[in-house]
């Protein structure tokens, strides 16, 4: 029996369970590549950071382990972060919205954008931590998504690109694999390209890197599953919420150093404590945006180029 074979609920529980464990590998993944001495591979088995206890299977359950534990390890009784089951139901809303968002019975799509969401989310985690993005994950897209687009050339239906190399193309249908390969080539030249672009223009007028090469690197692999169009649409969407985040983040500092300024009998004007919040509120991770930018151009290509392009 296929998967379209069975009812609606049990299809949902399906993919709902998958996207739980996948959310539990991506918590394993967060926590390791920015560490040097670990590997995905080894320590086999995950391990308490305090005690350094081995987890048995039970504890590993997702969600319902810490539930179950009451959000605390079973040895030393050291306070497990909400972080990891909060990741975990994440992963599985995401996949469940990537369900929702393609055609059934197109499994080859379905996998290559989940692969693409639980890559965005590990990019997007470790860049809050550790303000850089995984090789792993960047470079490994880089490889990937020529590979997969020639693989699964529906990915490209609707790249300009890839609709025009495709002999006798008609409106609604499908592009062949080389179409696919080459809106997967111009998409990681576009994406990578413009960002670098960028960097070199704000260097040239600030005198500083205004562009990580990790975010070079993850909106190239992006352009390479989206497309050029895509890229810039992408990159366009993770300004606009950089942007807004930035603002945010501003101000927070600003209020943060004026209660400060007022707790210690000190006075501090607006305009003092908006410059010092300019210069906190500099140290925005841009990867966890480009990564929503992305994501969104992914699973819903039309209606971001209605509003964008």
């Given amino acids: 029996m296929s998967l379209e074979e069975l009812p609606l609920s049990l299809q949902w529980g399906f ?11 991506l918590n394993a993944a967060i ?39 009451r959000g605390r390890c079973r040895g030393c009784s050291c306070r497990i972060s909400i972080r990891y ?13 990537v369900f929702w968002a393609t055609p059934l019975g197109e499994w080859g799509v379905l996998l290559v954008r989940w692969l693409v969401i639980s890559g965005l989310l590990v990019a997007t985690f470790v860049d809050f931590d550790c303000f850089e993005i995984p090789d792993e994950i960047s470079i490994g897209g880089m490889w990937a998504a020529p590979a997969l687009s020639f693989l699964v050339p529906r990915l490209h239906d609707e790249t300009w690109i890839a609709q025009r190399l495709t002999e006798e193309f008609v409106e609604g249908g499908s592009v062949d694999r080389f179409g696919a390969l080459a809106a997967s080539l111009a998409g990681l030249a576009v994406g990578g390209g413009i960002l670098i ?7 040239l007028i600030y005198g500083r890197d205004a562009m990580g090469f990790g975010d070079v690197k993850l909106l190239a692999a992006g ?30 500092f600003a209020w ?24 906190a509120g500099r140290y925005l991770p841009f990867g966890p945006y480009l990564g929503l930018g992305i994501g969104m151009v992914l699973l819903a290509w039309n209606h971001v180029r209605e509003a964008f392009l």
């Fill in 223 to 252: 352009g390479g599953f989206i497309g050029p169009g895509g890229a810039l649409a992408a990159l366009m969407i993770g300004s606009l919420a950089a942007s807004v985040a930035g603002v945010a983040n501003l101000v927070r």
């Fill in 31 to 69: 926590y390791r590549l920015p560490e040097p001495d670990i590997t995905l591979r080894d320590p086999k088995r995950s391990k308490c950071p305090k005690c350094q206890r081995e987890l048995t299977w039970k504890e590993n359950i997702p969600v319902l382990s810490w539930l179950v534990q």
């Fill in 15 to 25: 993919v709902l369970a998958i996207g739980l464990c996948i959310g539990s590998f």
């Fill in 85 to 97: 089951p909060a990741i975990e139901l994440l992963t599985a809303a995401l996949f469940g919205l």
């Fill in 256 to 279: 943060t150093v004026r209660a400060r300024a007022r707790a210690r009998g000190g006075r501090r004007s607006w305009g003092q404590a908006l410059a010092v919040g300019r210069i």
């Fill in 197 to 203: 672009g960028i960097g070199a223009l704000g260097k």
